[in-house]
């Protein structure tokens, strides 16, 4: 089995709207999955955020990563804020 590397997932807000929670889906290569994730609940290759990086202040950031087995291939994600 093939461990993709660790991939590390940014997001941002925009202009001077701050964000109060958000989630990630992500649609991945056939035949693989996700092994370990961080900084994030994750159902699947669905992601949102956990108590303590729901809020994002206007113009700041939060990162969460995650590890996945199969075949490297492109990522397509799908990115809300609640």
Known sequence: MN????????????GAAAVNGWSVGL???????????????????????????????AGGY????FQATGSPGSLTPTCTTA
Do not use: D
């Not at 900084?39 to 290759?45: A, D, F, K, M, Q």
């Open 3 to 14: 461990r993709i590397p660790a991939v590390i997932a940014t997001l941002v807000t925009a």
């Open 27 to 57: 649609t991945l290569p056939a035949g693989t999955t996700v092994s370990n994730s961080w900084n994030v609940n994750r159902t699947g290759t669905a992601f949102s955020n956990v108590a303590y990086n729901g809020q994002i202040p």
């Open 62 to 65: 939060v990162e969460f990563g």
